[in-house]
């Protein structure tokens, strides 16, 4: 499955964050990473994720869908990390 992961954590929090989705994902735009997942590696990331988190303050939005080629992408402006969806 592709997956979009877009994070807003506390700051003392990021560092956490984003190692975990490095470990799993590429990193796309500040708190935005995307890549293709076996449904073992999505579990594995979600567990991950929750260990960092505080759930009554942080936010993480995690977008699945079966393919890259089936999400349209437009930036304005910089582009930040690897946009690629192919990797």
Known sequence: MFVIVVY???AERNPGILRTC????HWVQRSV???ELSTAQHRKLLAAIKEHI????DSVLIYR???PHNI?????GQTLGNTDPIL
């Open 65 to 67: 869908t079966q393919g």
């Open 54 to 57: 505080d759930p009554t303050y």
């Open 72 to 76: 349209q992408t437009e930036v304005i």
């Open 33 to 35: 990473f995307q890549g």
């Open 22 to 25: 490095r470990q799993y994902l």
């Open 8 to 10: 807003d954590t506390l």
